[in-house]
T-cell receptor
Framework: DTEVTQTPKHLVMGMTNKKSLKCEQHMGHRAMYWYKQKAKKPPELMFVYSYEKLSINESVPSRFSPECPNSSLLNLHLHALQPEDSALYLC?????????????FGDGTRLSIL | AQKVTQAQTEISVVEKEDVTLDCVYETRDTTYYLFWYKQPPSGELVFLIRRNSFDEQNEISGRYSWNFQKSTSSFNFTITASQVVDSAVYFCALRSLVTGANNLFFGTGTRLTVIP
């Protein structure tokens, strides 16, 4: 079991739906990340939160909207997604946002857009 | 430019064989960290090791060992006496002040299959 918990594990949604992905960690980490991973590709960074504030947005389309309600939770709100958004979405956390900090990943949410 | 190259896309070995996964990196930064992650079929990325650019000491952890050589910009990973549970995709990654503290720059991964 990982220390970063993501729900749901699988999600199928239509292009007009609104859904949210959730991520939770109780390791006291103050940096949290969203990654997108397409099949047979490495993860690509989407967002970084540091001390509950959005630190980095890697030019992600506005149909993806992150939210960090507190230091343990990270959400990713989805609206009007496209079929090419189908992927594995990984959440990660690290103690701080520093280059020496190993990131700890959750199991991911496998998202399919119909 | 930052780059991580894992030239081996897929490797298959028979159980109990040793296997080495190659990782070559490029960075103009003098301070950087290298990481290895394992991604089993279930999806999560499991952190295996971190090495900073000033520490070239090799490391052994059970059946796993890592060989860091700055002279060749390589950070290779060896699994001794492989087991079926080692089957996974393995990613080498780089993080430096140039890429920014936010970005864990991954190689394309090596898919290891251990055949019973």
């Amino acid at each position: 079991d990982t220390e970063v918990t993501q729900t749901p594990k699988h999600l199928v949604m239509g292009m007009t739906n609104k859904k949210s992905l959730k991520c939770e960690q109780h390791m006291g980490h103050r940096a949290m990340y969203w990654y997108k991973q397409k099949a047979k590709k490495p993860p690509e960074l989407m967002f970084v939160y540091s001390y509950e504030k959005l630190s980095i947005n890697e030019s992600v389309p506005s149909r993806f909207s992150p939210e960090c309600p507190n230091s343990s939770l990270l959400n990713l709100h989805l609206h009007a997604l496209q079929p090419e958004d189908s992927a594995l979405y990984l959440c990660a956390s690290s103690q701080r946002q520093g280059i020496n900090q190993p990131q700890h990943f959750g199991d991911g949410t496998r998202l399919s857009i119909l | 430019a930052q780059k991580v190259t894992q030239a081996q896309t897929e490797i298959s070995v028979v159980e109990k064989e040793d296997v080495t996964l190659d990782c070559v990196y490029e960075t103009r930064d003098t301070t950087y960290y290298l990481f290895w992650y394992k991604q089993p079929p279930s999806g999560e990325l499991v952190f295996l090791i971190r090495r900073n650019s000033f520490d070239e000491q090799n490391e052994i952890s059970g059946r796993y060992s890592w060989n860091f050589q700055k002279s060749t910009s390589s950070f290779n990973f060896t699994i001794t006496a492989s087991q079926v549970v080692d089957s996974a995709v393995y990613f080498c990654a780089l993080r430096s002040l140039v890429t920014g503290a936010n970005n864990l720059f991954f190689g394309t991964g090596t898919r290891l299959t251990v055949i019973p």
